[in-house]
């Protein structure tokens, strides 16, 4: 059974290590939807112990509250753009960093 944790550890680093630059130290929003596809396609799979599969699913959590979060961040700014003064000129808010 030890032999199918290892790859669950190996993504699993993979996505908490941060990049060697810092500029890259958290993975694209695209990035994370292939992995979580992967960890989708791994589960429906059905031939994990239940400890990887645990951490499969827990892994794909975090990674899908993320997406749903920078998807509700792009949208606020998409409503932010699309506002309108008097003058016909687009009314800009600065973007909260959360």
Known sequence: ????????????AAVATPAASDTEA???????????GGIVER???GDLPL???LEL???GV?????????LDRAEK????????D?????ILEPMDPE
Not at 1 to 12: D, G, L, Q
Request: overall charge neutral.
């Open 1 to 12: 059974m030890t032999k199918a944790k290892p790859p669950v550890a190996a993504s699993k």
């Open 26 to 36: 958290t993975p694209s929003f695209e990035a994370n939807i292939r992995e979580l």
């Open 43 to 45: 589960l429906e799979r």
């Open 51 to 53: 400890e990887a599969s």
């Open 57 to 59: 699913f827990e892994q």
């Open 62 to 70: 975090r990674l899908a509250r993320d997406a749903q979060a920078r």
């Open 77 to 84: 700014r998409v409503e932010q753009l699309l506002g309108f």
């Open 86 to 90: 008097d003058e016909g000129a687009p």
